[in-house]
Every structure is written in C-alpha cells, then in structure tokens.
C-alpha cells in the first residue's frame, strides 16, 4: 500500500492564479481530511469529508474548496491564491475517524 | 483561549532523561484523544491514543485527566531518535479534530 499520497511536493503560486492539491489514498478509508501546518502551529483542519460525495468545513475553509467523489480521492482547490494561503498543506485519511494517516504534504508558497 | 494548549519548549535533555509533556484542551465535551510525533519537514505520526485509564507503549506513558481536561505524554530512557515535536490532539464528537501547536524535543547525547 501507498498510504496517502500528495502531489504536488512543492508549488510557487502568484497572487490571483488558482491550483488543485491532489490527495489519494488506497486504505479505502472513509473519511479523508485537508489540513495546513503554519510555521511553529498546529495544524488547522480546513475541510473533511466522511465519505464519497460528503463535505463538510473545518476550522479555516475560507478560501478553499473540495470534492469527494470517489472514496480514493480528496482534491483541495485554491481558486484566488492569497500571501495568507503560504502553508503546508497534509491531507490525512482515517477509518470511522480515528487514527488519521497523513501525506508526505505540499509546501505552498504564494507571491 | 486556544482549544489545545501546549508548551512549545524547546525541551533539551540528555540520553536517558525522563521528559514530560503536558496538554490541555478547552472542549469537555471532546471524546478522544492522542499524541502524534512530527519530525523536522515531515508529517505528522500517530505514536499513541490516550484512553480514560492511561496507557503505556515501552518507553511512553500517557495519562488523562478528564476533570482537569489534560493530557500527559512521559517518555523514559530518552533515545536521540525521540528528537521531535510531539503533538497533542483532541477529537470532538463532530470528528473536528484540533491539534496543539507542538513541543519540540531534542536529546543530546
């Protein structure tokens, strides 16, 4: 098994143009989970879902979007990329929301 | 107030140290609980859930007291390789997690 992949690795955006951060997974967990990690915080919980075609927002979805229509994958989609969205982004999957797995990560940073 | 609080350190201890992190979290109503072991540029690691009674994995030990909404992490015999920064997380019942910023361990030789 893979686990939790992420791609891209690395990503330089400018302000206004938009991007997908792709998240598979082949545990066949139901529930999959979008994370950003600022430096020297926690991560913040921006979207879950908890199964296909289910979302719901977390902590800090404002700027962001996802969709859910396999169980596999979870994309995260910036539509306006803003300075304040430079982060890490980790997508994490789970069974019945537990122990979560999480992705190698992207780094993103926004100029 | 934040909802996971935790001292971010940096702990420095020698091999073989007895270390202790401590958490706490704001939510009573939060159902589960756990610590993750992130290294330097990496994600995050399940390392172990904490349940009511307290429970031990070798070297680690974790406790919780729901009265006090806290949540304990010991490590004994530091190894270099427990260098990391651990972090604490509380599940609610809605399955929003929230994790604590992190404390950083180092072991020095």
């Known amino acids: 098994n893979a686990g939790v992949t992420q791609t891209p690795k690395f990503r330089i955006l400018k302000i206004g143009q938009s991007m997908t951060l792709q998240c598979t997974q082949d545990m066949n967990h139901n529930y999959m989970y979008w994370y950003r990690q600022d430096p020297g915080m926690g991560l913040k919980l921006i979207y879950y879902s908890v199964g296909a075609g289910i979302t719901d927002k977390g902590e800090v979805p404002n700027g962001y979007n996802v969709s859910r229509s396999t169980t596999e994958d979870f994309p995260l989609r910036l539509e306006l990329a803003a300075p304040s969205q430079t982060s890490v982004y980790f997508c994490?999957?789970?069974?019945?929301?537990?122990?979560?797995?999480f992705g190698p990560g992207t780094r993103l940073l926004v100029l | 107030r934040k909802e996971v609080e935790q001292d971010p350190g940096p702990f420095n201890v020698p091999e073989g140290a007895t270390v202790a992190f401590n958490c706490t979290y704001s939510n009573s109503a939060s159902q589960s609980f756990f610590w993750y072991r992130q290294d330097c540029r990496k994600e995050p690691k399940l390392l172990m859930s904490?349940?009511?009674s307290g429970n031990e994995d070798g070297r680690f030990t974790a406790q919780l007291n729901r009265a006090s909404q806290y949540i304990s992490l010991l490590i004994r015999d530091s190894k270099l390789s427990d260098s990391a920064t651990y972090l604490c997380v509380v599940n609610s019942n809605n399955n929003d997690m929230r994790f604590g910023a992190g404390t950083r361990l180092t072991v020095k030789p």
């Open positions: 994490a999957s789970s069974f019945l929301g537990e122990t979560q797995y």
């Open positions: 904490v349940y009511s």
